[in-house]
């Protein structure tokens, strides 16, 4: 308001009557509301309790005893009344109490010797008699945050990370020396391996949705909106970044003749409107591709962030046995990531092994941050979450290839060309027969 | 280095946010120590298992003691609780033995510590109250319908096809007695026929029907125990298997009995679902009386098995003074109720609860342990008075 005091009266009081009109239904609402909480009985009458729920989130195992997370996902508030393990009742202690509010928490610490490797059913019993249970496929004891545990998931994220993209990098020399049609072929290969990689991502936070989130969350619709929102919203980066490099087009030619990129001005953090008409296509053409490669860097490294989220969670919850062939079979998975950023750069100008190095880390380095996130402070949310940014990330980048693609390809059209055609699903075939390992 | 830079904060700024994100939604899972100075104590029952403090409340039936107002049945009370009924004597001397049993189905009570049910009962408990004759006296027994679904009782024994309370239901708010000759002298069930079956039996409605030889049985110190479950989620599977109608509830209320003195325990078992349930004694044998139809026993035995509705008499005496458990050695229901222990005394007078290994006594502000120590004058029959 502060900032409107040099407007002219009639503009202000109007801003008034727009706001009292805004508010209206507001005041209908609420009046609606105490008329609806203050009279129960007279409009809407049900002698029928509504069903309890509550969902068990996590369930670690330390040293004799069993720790379970459970949340009242039902629609009232609930008393826990017993737990029990594999469907034997066991005296235990309930953290900070044994009543829930609607989505509040617990923890349910049952004192009991269990046998590491062997499955568990841990049952929550409420005050109305109904039992929940979880089953725990594989009991392990739960990663405690210590150095060496640390490690051990940052070496996993390097693995499954950083590795893998980096050797996906080292395709760079070769996809340069290749023919249009061929590098057409690796381009559409990648969009194949990302299309891939979305859906993937997609289907796993719908199994993580269903099996370790009450519906009250409406975590499936959340995959959706928030993949969208991150499609959008990248989309929407991804375009005033190409802006702005078209804008300074002219350093960008000194860049690649005398590399004096140290003697440059900053970049001018604030964007402006004024758009550079006189950019031409051939500019453009230099500048997309890296762009569009460091899109499919961030997009994987968001991927690969809820990737690490997934894995560190698996090794929580005990759902994975971590050994040499599953780790093997995520670095084959994921190396071919690594030629999905090399790709789009493959026909521009020369570029750095610095660079290349740094669009590894940032595609690479979230699976080490994800992995102790979500080993240390497991939460399904999160994960659904991070995939979901993840899976629209990858396909707004799958967008700017494929409109890369038809801008470099003239009239010809997309679909016309038979490489692009087979290197979409091969690239596919590649990601299917690669996850197959894992 | 133009990208890169951008890359940079773009970076920085997605760690940042992820790592606001995780550590909100970890704080929110987190817990804070609220009332730090209230401590209770965890476990403690299983050798080799630790024992916990906690800030938090405790779950624990083996230890908790149910709320005797909300309580489906007092256990303690029901062991040695007999009803001979309102005695009168017909004009050919015959004995005549009158009940009222009230049978509602609108209750919602707690069979196991927190856990509340909707109860059938016969007069407001599960088991409905024992019911006990002598041979040949005449029984007769008023049902008052006060559910709002139609009931019966049958009962098992001889007696006329019109007071075997299956074609004739009573319906709700009516009202019927049954008449006939108590024979033959054993241990019978009783409970409500009506359809389906699985429901009315499940929800409660049954109980013991004893009648004894003309001549009696020998003086012993006599008890009653009703082996059943709850199926509380209704998902035909039982969540819990007590005997006496509370989980676990001898086991914080240990059953006094004198050593080297007789007990007579008339056992029924009423469990629905599950084909099986059975009986076992520790350190001891019994001789055990099928159906308790002879005077003779069928075995000589520390463990019996039994399908629905079917019982017997067991006599057996403690040699020498402790704890003891009985429980069913089918360990499933052991452990999901059916658990109770005997605690045999020196024939000195000794405070129970010195014996008790109670950990957490919640909820409770009008319990005494006189409460169960009274039922004495209940115990000693040999047979109907």
């Not at chain 1, 078209?246 to 690649?256: F, G, L």
């Not at chain 2, 029901?78 to 009924?85: A, P, S, W």
């Not at chain 2, 054993?186 to 409605?205: D, R, S």
């Not at chain 2, 290994?357 to 319990?367: E, G, K, L, P």
Request: negative net charge; glycine residues 8%; charged residues 15%.
């Amino acid at each position: 308001m502060e900032r409107e005091e040099g407007n002219i009266r009639n503009t202000h009081r109007i801003s008034k009557r727009t706001i009292l009109f805004g508010v209206v239904p507001f005041i209908v609402i609420g009046a609606m509301i105490v008329l609806l909480l203050n009279s129960p009985g007279i409009l809407f009458q049900s002698s029928i309790k509504p069903l309890p729920e509550i969902s068990i989130e996590k369930v670690e195992f330390s040293d004799d005893t069993i720790v379970a997370f459970v949340r009242n996902t039902g629609p009232s508030e609930i008393t826990i009344a017993q737990a029990d393990v594999n469907d034997r009742i066991y005296p235990a202690a309930i953290e900070p109490g044994q009543t829930l509010t609607r989505l509040t928490d617990a923890r349910v610490i049952i004192p009991f010797v269990w046998n590491i490797g062997e499955p568990y059913s841990i049952g929550i019993t409420t005050d109305d008699g109904t039992r929940f249970e979880k089953t725990i496929n594989s009991a392990a004891p739960a990663p405690r945050p210590t150095v060496g545990q640390a490690s051990t998931f940052a070496l996993i994220g390097t693995y499954v990370g950083i590795i893998p993209v980096m050797m996906g990098l080292v395709w760079y020399p070769f996809i340069r020396r290749l023919s249009p049609n061929k590098y057409n072929f690796f381009l559409s290969l990648t969009a194949g391996l990302l299309v891939f990689l979305g859906i993937d991502a997609l289907l796993e936070s719908n199994e993580i949705a269903v099996n370790a989130l009450a519906p009250a969350f409406n975590a499936q619709i959340l995959i959706i909106m928030v993949a969208i929102v991150s499609f959008i919203s990248l989309l929407y980066v991804s375009q005033r970044l190409i802006q702005r490099a078209s804008k300074r087009s002219k350093p960008d030619i000194e860049y690649k003749t005398g590399y004096s990129s140290h003697s440059e001005p900053e970049p001018d953090l604030e964007l402006s409107d004024t758009r550079t008409t006189s950019t031409s296509i051939q500019q453009q053409l230099v500048i997309r591709p890296i762009a569009i490669s460091m899109m499919i860097a961030i997009g994987i490294g968001l991927h690969n962030f809820g990737e690490g989220l997934a894995i560190g969670a698996a090794v929580l919850l005990g759902e994975v046995a971590l050994s040499s062939f599953l780790i093997l079979g995520f670095t084959l998975h994921n190396t071919t990531e690594g030629l999905a950023i090399v790709a789009p750069m493959a026909k521009s100008r020369r570029i750095r092994v610095t660079k290349l190095m740094i669009m590894g880390l940032i595609a690479g380095g979230p699976t080490i941050m994800g992995a102790w996130i979500g080993g240390f402070l497991y939460s399904p949310i999160a994960t659904i979450i991070f995939l979901s940014i993840g899976a629209g990330a990858i396909f707004q980048v799958v967008y700017s290839i494929g409109s890369w693609m038809y801008h470099t390809n003239g009239s010809r059209g997309l679909l016309n060309n038979h490489s692009i055609i087979i290197g979409f699903a091969f690239g596919m075939l590649i990601m299917y027969l690669t996850g197959l390992l894992v | 280095m133009r990208y890169p830079r951008v890359v940079v904060l773009v970076g920085v700024a997605i760690s940042i946010m992820i790592f606001a994100i995780s550590t909100m939604l970890y704080s929110r899972s987190s817990l804070s120590d609220q009332n730090s100075s209230k401590l209770d104590t965890v476990g403690g029952h299983t050798p080799g298992y630790p024992i916990l403090q906690t800030t938090g409340d405790v779950l624990d039936p083996t230890s908790i003691v149910i709320n005797p107002k909300t309580a489906v049945v007092e256990p303690m009370k029901y062991l040695r609780e007999f009803n001979y009924g309102r005695i009168s004597t017909s004009s050919n001397g015959t004995v005549i033995r009158d009940f009222t049993l009230i049978a509602s189905d609108q209750q919602s009570k707690e069979v196991s510590p927190g856990v509340f049910y909707n109860v059938w009962t016969f007069n407001g408990t599960i088991p409905g109250p024992t019911i006990r004759a002598a041979e040949g006296d005449v029984i007769r027994i008023t049902l008052i319908n006060n559910g709002t679904k139609f009931h019966s009782i049958h009962f098992h024994g001889i007696h006329p096809s019109e007071m075997d309370g299956v074609f004739e239901g009573i319906a709700p708010g009516g009202k019927f007695t049954y008449e006939f000759t108590a024979e033959p002298f054993g241990v019978f069930p009783y409970h409500c026929h009506m359809q389906p079956l699985e429901e009315h039996i499940t929800h409660g409605l049954y109980g013991v029907f004893i009648i004894d030889p003309k001549q009696g049985r020998p003086q012993a110190d006599e008890m009653v125990m009703l082996m059943n479950g709850y199926d509380t989620d209704f998902d035909t599977e039982n969540n819990f298997y007590t005997v006496n109608g509370i989980p676990y509830y001898y086991m914080h209320h240990p059953i006094e009995i004198e050593k080297n003195r007789l007990i007579r325990i008339y056992l029924l078992n009423m469990l629905e679902f599950d084909p099986l349930n059975n009986f076992h004694l520790h350190a001891n044998m019994f001789d055990f009386y099928k159906t308790g139809t002879k005077l003779i026993p069928d075995e000589y035995t520390d463990i019996v098995t039994m399908n629905q509705a079917e019982r017997g008499i067991l006599e057996f005496s403690y040699k020498y003074p402790g704890k003891y458990m009985f429980h069913a050695h089918k360990t499933e229901f052991a452990e999901k109720g059916w658990t109770g222990l005997f605690l045999v005394k020196d024939g000195t007078t000794q405070s129970v609860n010195e014996n008790l290994n109670v950990t957490s006594i919640r909820n409770i502000t009008d319990y005494s342990t006189s409460d169960f120590n009274r039922s004495t004058n209940h115990v000693p029959t040999g047979g109907v008075k």
